[in-house]
């Protein structure tokens, strides 16, 4: 089947269930409407002008049967508002083009017009209070119910998801640097959470996936920190961290510094775009042996579980090949060697300054002698009009030559809606292109580093800071005493060939060894071609003497291997979580629903309380782009993003504001009381002001959800 046309079914089906959903919450209406003897005009799925309609007595029609109602009404000299035709309904049901939910018209009741009342005895404002609050009640009740019975049925078939187990650790985060309050009698010296860590509980909540770590760290109150018992392998007994979360640089959310194991298994999407993508990764490595779905199981024979395992066996290791071996589901198999790749420093760039959303970059370099910034991948529409080709060089984007990849992502960003000019290296030549940038800022490009097969020099990385030409406080990096000019290419280290940093991080810690052990400084003796001349290989060479200082050298010696295999193209590791039978279902269903209700709850607190903003927040586009996201991974977690929805809307449509149901319920508690309704003008000011506010938060809601959409 066409992806396009898979692509439009899972739109469909998103857009169908969410709008199921919406008219769940009427047909609640609708049903105690009818309990209560209340006249009922319409019950309608969808809004906008009738496809169908049917109504008893006059069968079913296109279009709509209330031109045909009244007429009968009027000919017998009744009110069509509250007439009584023999055999014909008062109520049409009806469906309607646009499918975004639903709604029930009542005698004697709008939201938009407190004043369109009625004095009939079937009328919504006739009936006493308390049936008019199950009346407006029985919508949320009808989301609780359906987001009950959905999570049941999920638990049921069982949903998978990232274990509540501690994948890796970023340095510098709340946990690397938590000490347990128990650390002591237990005998455990490790500061911080670790890899393989169990978290049993948070507070007295058990937690049950990763998402539930992720979740309570987000909506954690500042200042206050987490209670988390830990399992760890190795330990007789829980552990206990006291951990405060800090806000993440990059998501604006509080966040422990934690994220959860990854499997072995190769990602295997369900589109064939997406499959065809991780293909040509994979074969670009020199892994044609390798698909998407493929696991390793064994690393030099012995078994591995997660690629953090695998990651810590290469970083520890002396450099050495190793043997990997990879099934498939069908019980094919192949090894294939995987050469470690030496490591190169990291330096992390904000580009918060270039105006748009906060993007951090990180940036590889060997003492500051930084790689130049190289197109990854080109498939866009947008790069292939500009002309631009996997593997080219960039020599200079807008007005900066030779810029390192966290420069050019914001020089690229500067021009956002505009064209920028671009020179790039390509089979040794310069070539001038032109590409145009989106809104967001951006080219159509997956951007990379060009480390293998030549040692260029661009410009070095400056920390913390907007990769710009301004000077800051800082310590100068041993490149910047070089004073190499951007685009130079290091040929030689003391006379020995450099075709790559990783053969230049080799000759540098060959020529430093004794330095090291003697604990001094070391030079070493540059051949260095100068990007000079008509063609890129044709530049003048240059020896250059390099000191290196003690600390420096000591930092070269330090970097150790990683893996040649790009984390992100293995899936996150995953547990099922699946009920014993159907009364476990029902207490696992009940937990859940009364969770994302609670969390619902706290994430408006967390609002108003600001670690929580409103880019967070999900309308329609959002919540349609998350479905078609979940419809990735199966039905039942499309279904589990129904349930989570079905619960929020509970949540939502029973705040005390005008317009929702909740301040509708609050008016009727204050007639309730007062033995008198709340006057039409009091209501209609407070309409004003719910569809004021309503229509705000929607608009900036949707506003951010388009941002997140396109960038």
Do not use: C
């Not at 029930?104 to 009936?127: C, F, H, I, R, W």
């Not at 030496?342 to 300054?353: F, M, S």
């Not at 420096?552 to 293995?570: V, Y």
């Amino acid at each position: 089947m066409p992806e396009l046309l898979i692509r439009s079914l899972d739109l469909a089906l998103v857009i169908f269930g969410f709008g199921l959903v919406i008219v769940i919450h009427e047909l609640g209406h609708f049903l105690a409407a009818r309990w209560a003897k209340v006249r009922v005009h319409e019950f309608a799925v969808g809004f906008g002008p009738s496809i169908f309609a049917y109504r008893k007595g006059l069968g079913l029609r296109r279009g709509s049967t209330s031109e045909e109602y009244e007429r009968l009404a009027r000919d017998r000299g009744l009110n069509p508002q509250n007439a009584d035709i023999p055999g014909v309904s008062p109520t049409e049901y009806r469906l309607n083009w646009i499918p975004l939910g639903g709604y029930v018209k009542m005698l004697g009741q709008e939201d938009l017009a407190p004043g369109a009342q009625s004095e009939s005895t079937d009328s919504y404002n006739t009936k006493p209070v308390w049936k008019r609050l199950i009346i407006i009640s029985a919508g949320v009740v009808m989301n609780v119910i359906l987001a009950a019975v959905l999570f049941i049925a999920v638990f049921m078939v069982g949903l998978d998801g990232p274990p509540a187990t501690i994948g890796s650790v970023q340095p510098g985060s709340a946990a690397s640097e938590a000490v347990a309050v128990n650390a002591e009698e237990l005998g455990v010296t490790k500061v911080g959470l670790q890899p393989r860590d169990r978290v049993v509980s948070i507070g007295d909540q058990e937690t049950l996936s990763f998402k539930d770590i992720a979740a309570a760290a987000g909506l954690a109150k500042r200042g206050r920190p987490l209670d988390l018992t830990i399992d760890r392998p190795g330990v007789d007994e829980p552990l206990r961290f006291l951990i405060e979360p800090r806000e993440s640089d990059v998501t604006r959310l509080l966040e422990l510094g934690v994220a959860p194991p990854i499997s072995t298994t190769i990602h295997d999407p369900r589109r064939r775009s997406q499959q065809n993508v991780i293909t040509d990764i994979l074969a670009r490595l020199g892994y044609d042996d390798l698909a998407p779905g493929m696991r390793m199981v064994s690393l030099d024979g012995e078994p591995v579980e997660t690629l953090n395992e695998v990651a810590v066996i290469f970083r520890e290791a002396d450099g050495s090949p190793m043997r990997a071996r990879f099934e498939d589901e069908r019980g094919g198999a192949v090894e294939i060697e995987l050469s470690p790749t030496p490591r190169l420093q990291e330096t992390t760039v904000d580009l918060h300054a270039s105006g748009r959303e906060r993007v951090l970059i990180d940036v590889r370099h060997l003492l500051g002698l930084t790689p130049p910034m190289t197109v990854l991948s080109s498939e866009s529409t947008r790069a292939r009009r500009a002309g631009l080709e996997t593997g080219d060089i960039f020599a200079r984007i807008g007005r900066i030559d030779w810029p390192n990849s966290a420069q050019g992502i914001a020089e690229i960003r500067r021009h956002a809606g505009r064209s920028v000019p671009l020179v790039v290296v390509r089979d040794g030549q310069y070539l001038e292109l032109e590409s145009s940038v989106d809104g967001a800022g951006r080219i159509g490009i997956g951007v990379g580093q060009k480390e293998d097969d030549l040692a260029i020099v661009t410009r070095p990385p400056r920390p913390g800071s907007e990769a710009d030409d301004d000077a800051d406080a800082r310590r100068e990096s041993a490149a910047e005493r070089l004073n190499l000019l951007p685009g130079s290419t290091i040929l030689r280290v003391n006379g020995a060939p450099v075709t790559g940093y990783a053969a230049l991080r080799a000759e540098l810690r060959r020529a430093t060894a004794s330095a090291l052990e003697a604990g001094s400084s070391a030079e070493a003796t540059l051949t260095v071609r100068l990007p000079i001349g008509e063609g890129f290989n044709v530049g003048e060479t240059e020896e250059m003497a390099w000191l290196l200082e003690p600390a420096e050298i000591k930092e070269l010696h330090a970097l150790g291997w990683s893996m040649p295999l790009d984390p992100t193209l293995f899936e996150v590791a995953m547990t099922t979580l699946k009920a014993d039978g159907p009364f476990s279902a029902i207490a696992m269903g009940y937990a859940e629903t009364k969770r994302i209700i609670v969390m619902t709850y706290v994430t408006m607190l967390r609002l108003f309380e600001g670690t929580v903003h409103v880019e967070h927040l999900k309308g329609p586009v959002g919540i349609v782009h998350i479905g078609t996201l979940f419809i990735d991974q199966g039905m039942i977690h499309l279904l589990f993003l129904f349930a989570i929805i079905s619960a929020n809307l509970a949540v939502l449509n029973f705040l005390p504001l005008p317009i929702v149901d909740g301040g509708h319920a609050v008016f009727l508690i204050i007639e309730g009381i007062t033995g008198k309704p709340v006057s039409v003008a009091v209501q209609n000011v407070a309409t004003l002001i719910g569809l004021a506010l309503i229509g705000t938060l929607f608009l900036v809601v949707t506003y951010h959800d388009i941002v997140a959409l396109f960038g």
